[in-house]
């Protein structure tokens, strides 16, 4: 009888558990569905600027400076100032092709932005990923081996095309959550954007 009553008891609090275990809140599942809620969001914003602070170390150099970009559809326009090994520079273009200026008379063309600034500054952003992570997102037609979301559906955390990605904090700007401090690195170099300045056009 004692055998029967334990076992009775062990079998309702089976039961019990998982008639409740229905009801737990799935935090996996609820930060999916804001990161769902927050990328569809962003998917009209082709059209901005922002304007900030820059930094970047490799284990030989380093620069830190101002920068300002310009993103409407696929044409885009990057400036650099500050103490840079060529002074200000400019970075403008389309997907297809891309003028680095250096000085009035030092210009340059690429289909590669990014080999583009490094050839000719020695200074390597991943500029067409970038485009992407400067709004919280992944680089569109490429994997991406990590991604963290917090319950606001935002990226704290992503690693794609080699680099890491941290997004340490965001921003409203007319009513959309971007970041504003993002920190980059990859085995090369480590990159900190501060955002001082967001505006998106319609």
Excluded at 55 to 82: C, L, P, R, V
Aim: glycine share 6%; aromatic share 8%; proline share 4%.
């Amino acid at each position: 009888m004692r055998w029967t009553v334990v076992v009775l008891g062990l079998l309702a609090t089976l039961i019990s558990a998982c008639s409740t275990n229905p009801n737990k809140p799935n935090t996996q599942q609820q930060d999916k569905t804001a990161w769902l809620t927050h990328k569809k969001a962003l998917a009209d914003v082709q059209h901005w600027q922002f304007s900030g602070r820059f930094g970047a170390k490799t284990d030989t150099e380093n620069w830190n400076g101002s920068i300002s970009w310009s993103q409407h559809d696929q044409q885009y326009k990057i400036n650099i100032s500050g103490p840079l090994s060529s002074g200000s520079i400019q970075l403008e273009g389309t997907d297809d092709i891309s003028l680095l200026k250096l000085s009035e008379k030092d210009s340059f063309v690429d289909t590669d932005p990014q080999s583009l600034l490094q050839t000719h500054t020695g200074l390597k952003l991943p500029v067409k990923e970038l485009r992407y992570w400067l709004l919280g997102l992944p680089a569109p037609g490429s994997h991406y081996d990590s991604l963290e979301v917090n319950t606001a559906g935002q990226i704290n955390r992503l690693t794609q095309n080699h680099w890491q990605i941290n997004f340490k904090r965001y921003t409203s700007v007319n009513g959309k959550m971007l970041p504003n401090k993002i920190f980059l690195k990859n085995h090369e170099i480590n990159v900190r954007l501060i955002i001082q300045k967001w505006k998106i056009f319609s």
